[in-house]
């Protein structure tokens, strides 16, 4: 059974820092990975996805890895702004086919200004 | 992009009644949506997986006959709460594959979010 760890559960910086939320998995055998962004009382909003081929994603100040072998995934945000301050989620789809998504716990940050 | 569209957006209830939340795809079908719960300050949970015109496979610890859902066409899905109690108080996000394998990178689409407050 995949279960999805992510650590840590929250983090507090001032703004400006280049900062890495982690996001580890149990079963390698993914088809692909995903982050997401989700402010208080909303749904998600999708940040990058990253195909169990491919090793990393960029957009902006956002870059995502992945290393499958090892079961593990990394947001890094370059120069974190306030409006960064959001619960980051990250979820695994299974190669079973049934194209279900199994969540992380999340890492709740807060970027001060 | 895709959009998927919950309704209502939020709900009070009293305890004893059902409650319906839909789950549309506006602008892609959906062969397959999939419903969450989420408490506060947690993850989500999947619940069930919705396939269109077949029955709907619940995760492990989750009551079918409570939380019903029916996947009548490729654009709807809906959830119904049947006789809701305060432990049923949640946010119901929803989420939606999309049919065509040409624009497709299994990406799902996410809906905004229903919560539901059991009084």
């Known amino acids: 059974k995949q279960e999805v760890t992510q650590i840590p559960a929250a983090l507090s910086v001032p703004e400006g820092e280049n900062l890495v939320l982690n996001c580890s998995f149990t079963d390698s055998a993914i088809y692909n990975l995903q982050w997401f962004r989700q402010d208080p009382g909303k749904g998600l909003t999708s940040l990058l996805l990253i195909q169990s081929s491919q090793r990393e994603q960029t957009s902006g100040r956002l870059n995502a890895s992945l290393d499958k072998s090892s079961g593990r995934s990394t947001l890094y945000i370059a120069a974190s702004q306030p409006g960064d301050s959001a619960t980051y989620l990250c979820a695994v789809k299974g190669t079973s086919g049934t194209y279900k998504y199994i969540f992380g716990t999340g890492t709740r940050l807060k970027v001060l200004a | 992009g895709a959009v998927v569209s919950q309704h209502p957006s939020r709900v009070i209830c009293k305890s004893g009644t059902s409650v319906k939340i839909e789950c549309r795809s506006l602008?892609?079908?959906?062969?397959?949506m999939f419903w969450y719960r989420q408490f506060p300050k947690q993850s989500l949970m999947l619940m069930a997986t919705s396939n269109e015109g077949s029955k709907a496979t619940y995760e492990q610890g989750v009551e079918k006959d409570k939380f019903l859902i029916n996947h009548a066409s490729l654009t709807l899905s809906t959830l119904t709460v049947t006789s809701a109690h305060p432990e049923d108080s949640s946010f119901y996000i929803c989420?939606?594959?999309?049919?065509?394998?040409?624009?497709?990178?299994?990406?799902?689409?996410f809906g905004p979010g229903t919560r539901l407050t059991v009084l």
């Open positions: 602008d892609f079908q959906a062969t397959t």
């Open positions: 989420s939606a594959r999309d049919r065509d394998a040409a624009r497709a990178t299994d990406t799902q689409y």
